[in-house]
């Protein structure tokens, strides 16, 4: 099992910057992807950023050169930080692990509670 718990998340204006942090823990081996999605009110969730155990990355279009997922993989801790914050940015963020198919076991995908992002204008 993966547990993952969120942090960082609160009230900001328009403008500011936000750091949240996810840290893991239980069985980590295989973990080959780890990321941020986020849920607005009457709205489906959506992915925010990825990043792979490789260190590949990957932005919604809507938070490119705003935002930056990190890791640091020795604590099984991933971040993300938002910059030039926008009211749109406002949502419920949750952040993800994945671990792929293996011998015909998964995959499966691992969830933290959410944390709630809210900017003012």
């Known amino acids: 099992q993966v547990q993952l718990v969120e942090s960082g998340g609160g009230l900001v204006q328009a403008g500011g910057s ?35 155990s490789g260190g590949s990355t990957n932005y919604a279009d809507s938070v490119k050169g705003r935002f930056t997922i990190s890791r640091d993989s020795a604590k099984n801790t991933w971040y993300l930080q938002m910059n030039s914050l926008k009211p749109e940015d406002s949502a419920v963020y949750y952040c993800y692990a994945h671990k792929p198919r293996y011998f015909g076991i998964g995959p499966f995908d691992y969830w933290g509670q959410g944390t709630q992002v809210t900017v003012s204008s």
């Open 18 to 52: 936000l750091r949240l942090s996810c840290a893991g823990s239980g069985n980590f081996f295989r973990i080959d992807a780890m990321g941020w999605y986020r849920q607005a009110p009457g709205k489906q969730r959506e992915l925010v950023a990825t990043i792979t």
